[in-house]
């Protein structure tokens, strides 16, 4: 198989994805907006970068990585035409396919490869050596290899293991989880719990550790024991916060919200409110949801740690504590056994 593919995009993906092909020793061609602020980037990470409107049909292989929104309109302009024959498409996410906001060519692969992480966690996989979990989808096969090519890129970024499903299931899932406990549930019970201690009286400072700042100790122990075994190493108050409250939090209500929210994705209501969105309707929501106080409160905390603080996008690196140096926090560590 000819190692050589086209990537369009330099976000967390395309850059995660792009330096992994090419340290399994593929040639890399990126196709960027010209002088975006990813062009730059990629040339100085040591990429050949040409402009997105030149870059198809140049490559057997294309991997469209951009956001779920944009496809559409690029891959339109720049990609439908450009195709080579017997070549292969890729996408991490299946949704425009999916959606049918897009028509592919009849002699071409087209594959949906999923890492179930983000970029940041591809690479630290990969220079760590280890895996992630993934799963792949063909949703059109015009040669006889289109497995093989699934299974080539998978393992070019580090998928393993690697499930077999269809697109319908990656975009349903995907969506789903997305809306209703990645960031939908997750984001609001952060806030709410946080904004609940803090109308009441309680420190910020307080009502962040207890809300926000445990939760990334409870995601390790999840992953690496499960909710049963989470169970066996919590606090008997704990255990009856998970046991007993949990089902006052998602009760039967929740219950038929995240029956609604699936029937909604199912039916296409979703997808299309969706679409119907404008860039600046996000920005305006995504202002309005902002809880400036919790977010403020997590800097202060996260430069008194001398940890890394990531503040809309943009990385504000804070020297790292030295070992002989005393934590503040000293009495929240949490050990693992």
Same mark, same amino acid.
């Given at each position: 198989? &000819?190692?050589?593919?086209?990537?369009?995009?330099?976000?967390?993906?395309?850059?995660?994805?792009?330096?992994?092909?090419?340290?399994?020793?593929?040639?890399?061609?990126?196709?960027?907006?010209?002088?975006?602020?990813?062009?730059?980037?990629?040339?100085?990470?040591?990429?050949?970068?040409?402009?997105?409107?030149?870059?198809?049909?140049?490559?057997?292989?294309?991997? %469209?990585?951009?956001?779920?929104?944009?496809?559409?309109?690029?891959?339109?302009?720049?990609?439908?035409?450009?195709?080579?024959?017997?070549?292969?498409?890729?996408?991490?996410?299946?949704?425009?396919?999916?959606?049918?906001?897009?028509?592919?060519?009849?002699?071409?692969?087209?594959?949906?490869?999923?890492?179930?992480?983000?970029?940041?966690?591809?690479?630290?996989?990969?220079?760590?050596?280890?895996?992630?979990?993934?799963?792949?989808?063909?949703?059109?096969?015009?040669?006889?290899?289109?497995?093989?090519?699934?299974?080539?890129?998978?393992?070019?970024?580090?998928?393993?293991?690697?499930?077999?499903?269809?697109?319908?299931?990656?975009?349903?899932?995907?969506?789903?989880? &997305?809306?209703?406990?990645?960031?939908?549930?997750?984001?609001?019970?952060?806030?709410?719990?946080?904004?609940?201690?803090?109308?009441?009286?309680?420190?910020?400072?307080?009502?962040?550790?207890?809300?926000?700042?445990?939760?990334?100790?409870?995601?390790?122990?999840?992953?690496?024991?499960?909710?049963?075994?989470?169970?066996?190493?919590?606090?008997?108050?704990?255990?009856?916060?998970?046991?007993?409250?949990?089902?006052?939090?998602?009760?039967?209500?929740?219950?038929?919200?995240?029956?609604?929210?699936?029937?909604? %994705?199912?039916?296409?209501?979703?997808?299309?409110?969706?679409?119907?969105?404008?860039? &600046?309707?996000?920005?305006?929501?995504?202002?309005?949801?902002?809880?400036? &106080?919790?977010?403020?409160?997590?800097?202060?905390?996260?430069?008194?740690?001398?940890?890394?603080?990531?503040?809309?996008?943009?990385?504000?690196?804070?020297?790292?504590?030295?070992?002989?140096?005393?934590?503040?926090?000293?009495?929240?560590?949490?050990?693992?056994?």
């Amino acid at each position: 198989m &000819e190692k050589q593919i086209t990537i369009i995009g330099y976000g967390t993906q395309g850059k995660a994805q792009a330096i992994c092909f090419r340290d399994a020793g593929w040639k890399i061609i990126l196709g960027l907006r010209k002088d975006g602020k990813s062009w730059r980037e990629a040339i100085n990470d040591g990429f050949e970068v040409i402009p997105v409107e030149k870059v198809a049909g140049l490559s057997p292989f294309v991997s %469209i990585l951009i956001p779920d929104l944009e496809i559409e309109q690029v891959y339109k302009r720049y990609v439908y035409q450009n195709m080579l024959k017997g070549g292969c498409l890729f996408f991490a996410h299946g949704l425009n396919l999916y959606a049918k906001w897009i028509t592919v060519q009849k002699l071409i692969d087209v594959i949906v490869v999923s890492p179930n992480a983000i970029g940041d966690a591809i690479l630290k996989a990969h220079k760590e050596g280890k895996t992630i979990p993934g799963s792949y989808a063909i949703f059109q096969e015009a040669t006889r290899v289109a497995e093989d090519r699934a299974k080539a890129y998978a393992e070019a970024i580090h998928i393993n293991p690697l499930i077999k499903t269809t697109i319908e299931e990656e975009v349903v899932t995907d969506l789903f989880a &997305e809306q209703v406990v990645l960031c939908g549930g997750l984001h609001h019970l952060i806030s709410s719990a946080f904004d609940t201690l803090v109308s009441k009286g309680y420190s910020p400072k307080m009502s962040y550790l207890a809300c926000m700042y445990e939760l990334k100790f409870m995601v390790d122990i999840l992953d690496k024991y499960g909710i049963e075994g989470v169970r066996d190493k919590i606090s008997d108050t704990a255990l009856y916060g998970d046991l007993i409250q949990g089902g006052r939090i998602i009760n039967s209500q929740s219950l038929d919200e995240m029956k609604q929210i699936l029937k909604e %994705i199912r039916r296409g209501q979703f997808l299309n409110q969706l679409k119907s969105l404008k860039k &600046e309707d996000i920005e305006k929501l995504r202002k309005n949801k902002v809880n400036r &106080e919790l977010e403020e409160v997590r800097k202060e905390i996260k430069h008194q740690l001398r940890e890394e603080v990531i503040v809309s996008g943009e990385e504000n690196i804070i020297e790292l504590k030295k070992p002989d140096e005393e934590s503040p926090f000293e009495d929240l560590k949490f050990e693992i056994e």
